[in-house]
């Protein structure tokens, strides 16, 4: 089945720690991107990629770092300056030209 | 940059009546807009798309319109169940590369 998986489902950090969230695809979509959902707003961007080895700041990539070197990979790492991370964490992916985009099921993080 | 609203943030309705989503944006020079549906602690799934040259799009008891000039978009479900209670989110991308500027989302109660 094609679509996109996402691990851990739940992941808890102490405080201090990195973490990374995983984010594969085989749709062979060329555009990979990261949100973030805080409970009762919208989806925030965070970093995406139109490419493999390119990647570009999305509006909150403070604290965020991503790597892009396979097209199917688009792992997350959630650093410790980030001030509060605790959060909704999806991945999503479509072809490079504005289409539809097709979403992970989520990481839920948590700082204990 | 382009800005997304969607009102009223809640919404309940008895089983059978019609649903009418709002979802305005500012910049009506969009490629696109689309509409998502969020159950809780789950990802997104696409639910319609609606290209910058169509006026509606349809799938099923959903219908979804767009009006460019005056930056809205609308999201009919006809004969609503239980099952149709969900976060509806619209988002519109805001550049050629697919970044999508989302709506806070309205929530959706459908009573039987």
């Known amino acids: 089945d094609g679509g996109i998986t996402q691990s851990p489902k739940y992941l808890f950090r102490k405080e201090g720690q990195n973490v990374t969230l995983s984010c594969e695809q085989n749709?062979?979509?060329?555009?990979m991107y990261w949100y973030r959902q805080d409970p009762g707003q919208g989806l925030r961007l965070i970093y995406y990629?139109?490419?493999?080895?390119?990647?570009q700041k999305g509006d909150i990539a403070e604290g965020y770092s991503v790597s892009r070197e396979k097209k199917e990979s688009f792992p997350l790492t959630v650093t410790s300056a980030q001030k509060n991370p605790t959060a909704f964490y999806l991945c999503?992916?479509?072809?490079?030209?504005?289409?539809?985009?097709?979403f992970g099921p989520g990481t839920r993080l948590t700082v204990l | 940059k382009q800005e997304v609203t969607q009102i009223p943030a809640a919404l309940s309705v008895p089983e059978g009546e019609n649903l009418v989503l709002n979802c305005s944006f500012t910049?009506?020079?969009?490629?696109?807009l689309q509409w998502f549906r969020q159950d809780p602690g789950k990802g997104l799934t696409s639910l319609l798309l609606?290209?910058?040259?169509?006026r509606e799009q349809t799938s099923g008891r959903l219908n979804a319109s767009l009006d460019k000039s005056s930056g809205r978009s609308t999201l009919y479900i006809a004969a609503s169940q239980p099952g149709d209670s969900a976060t509806y989110l619209c988002?519109?991308?805001?550049?050629?590369?697919?970044?999508?500027?989302f709506g806070a989302g309205t929530q959706v109660v459908v009573t039987p």
């Open positions: 999503a992916s479509s072809y490079r030209e504005p289409d539809t985009q097709y």
């Open positions: 749709l062979n979509h060329d555009a």
């Open positions: 990629s139109q490419i493999v080895n390119d990647f």
């Open positions: 910049d009506s020079a969009i490629y696109n």
């Open positions: 609606i290209q910058s040259s169509q």
């Open positions: 988002a519109a991308p805001t550049d050629s590369w697919g970044k999508l500027q």
